[in-house]
């Protein structure tokens, strides 16, 4: 297949492009960047005032395949990826049966082959059955395809236990993604502690059993040499820890989500809105605007989605009782866009950085850059593009948005895996 983009903005701060051009795709990859280009044969598409961008990567994505079809499958899940701009999405291990040996790593790669839309990187478990009481399979699924491995929904409580797993992991130069929460703290909590929960009546969540997880895990990872990724950190001090790791040399890195980039516990009112319970929490407006000031200061390495779907009849629970998390893929650009460009505090090569590098740079994927001879999974982008966040913009099977009656500015309109549509004109390719 031969494809000619014509007069787009094509944006990769890692090869120094910030220009409008012409790109030729062929047989999967980029083979001419120019001006003036034409192609003797295939499809030329117009895209100028669109952006390009070397494909999005989602580093933190629930499938929920097998187990939980109902919220969630590979097919549905990979659908809204690419209906979101990404071109690739690393899943999480906490399915039903958890993901923490070889086979299971086997069985989501063979399913991404044949259903996905996007391409799927596994995440394996770091102990068996995400009990945290042994170590999982994990040289059997580094060598079936797992990236890396995680507990996610679950921290290791014990710190021995996290260091045997890290002197283990670091053998594969593979990351541990740590779910940093100290179950003994965190305890019932299901809103951030302080004047919000007391003043809702639920029970706090202190931003320090996030904390105390990220300073023991950073330091481990110190003291034994493992590629650290903490996952979706919530806090202000979270990001000086990471800050702090970085600065004496440790292999850290992490991401923020979305929400708690642009929410914050004051959300949260007395309509107690289920769609807005999370794991971590959100935290204050100040936790907010750290969380912002890392991304734009380099500390914090990505952006991450943490994808969470939920079926209808779970988050229409009492707060309390109801599933923590939120949809993302599909709402993850359209936020960014909205609240970090068209507000002037970051560009589309800070997107580049944040969406597409930062997380394959993390979890040691491939690289995807904007040269001749690379990969063609690309991002085309209207900056301008409208989008109303209602139950009929997802392709995901759950509608549990956080964000459901905003309007956004900015989406994906054409999304390429290997040089083919996964997304055209802003509707996902069958």
């Known amino acids: 297949m031969a494809l000619l983009l014509r007069h787009v903005r094509a944006v990769d701060p890692s090869v120094g492009l910030d220009q409008e051009c012409d790109i030729v795709i062929r047989d999967g990859r980029i083979v001419e960047i120019g001006q003036d280009l034409s192609i003797p044969k295939g499809e030329t598409v117009e895209c100028a005032e669109k952006v390009l961008l070397p494909g999005l990567v989602d580093a933190h994505t629930h499938l929920r395949q097998p187990g939980r079809e109902d919220e969630e499958t590979v097919a549905s899940g990979t659908r809204a990826a690419a209906h979101g701009g990404f071109t690739a999405v690393c899943a999480m291990p906490n399915t039903e049966p958890v993901a923490d040996q070889g086979a299971a790593v086997r ?18 478990a770091i102990t068996a059955g995400q009990r945290g009481e042994s170590l999982a399979e994990i040289g059997d699924m580094v060598a079936s395809g797992a990236i890396a491995f995680s507990d996610d929904g679950h921290g290791v409580p014990e710190a ?19 779910h ?43 003291l034994t040499g493992c590629r650290l990724h903490v996952a979706h950190v919530s806090t202000g001090r979270g990001v000086d820890l990471v800050r702090q790791g970085k600065a004496r040399g440790v292999r850290v890195t992490c991401e923020v989500t979305p929400h708690h980039l642009f929410l914050t516990e004051d959300d949260l009112t007395e ?13 204050t407006a100040e936790d907010a605007a750290a969380l912002v000031e890392g991304l734009l200061d380099g500390t914090v390495d990505c952006i991450a989605t943490d994808h969470a779907p939920h079926a209808p009849h779970e988050k229409a629970l009492e707060f309390e009782l109801a599933p923590f998390g939120t949809t993302g893929l599909e709402t993850a650009l359209p936020l960014v866009c909205t609240h970090l ?28 850059r904007m040269e001749v001879g690379c990969v063609a999974d690309l991002t085309i982008v209207d900056p301008e593009a409208k ?4 139950p009929d913009y997802f392709c995901s099977k759950s509608r549990n948005s956080a964000f459901l009656g905003t ?10 895996v290997g040089g083919y549509f996964a997304l055209r004109n802003g509707k996902v390719v069958e």
């Open 271 to 283: 309509s107690y809105d289920t769609h807005l319970k999370m794991d971590p929490p959100l935290r």
């Open 160 to 178: 021995g236990l996290m260091r045997l797993a890290m002197d283990y992991v670091k053998r594969f130069d593979v990351p541990i993604v740590s």
């Open 387 to 390: 989008v109303d966040v209602a």
């Open 407 to 416: 309007r956004l500015l900015g989406r994906a309109t054409e999304v390429l």
């Open 180 to 222: 940093c929460e100290d179950a003994t703290l965190s305890g019932r909590g299901v809103v951030n502690e302080g004047v919000v929960s007391t003043r809702l009546g639920l029970p706090g969540w202190p931003a320090a059993a996030e904390e105390i997880q990220i300073a023991r895990d950073i330091r481990l990872a110190e």
């Open 341 to 368: 460009l068209a507000s002037g505090r970051a560009d589309w090569a800070d997107v580049a950085r944040w969406m597409c590098h930062g997380p394959r740079e993390a979890l040691g994927l491939p690289a995807v």
């Open 107 to 124: 069985a989501l790669l063979e399913l991404a082959a044949s259903e996905g839309a996007v391409r799927v990187h596994p995440l394996g």
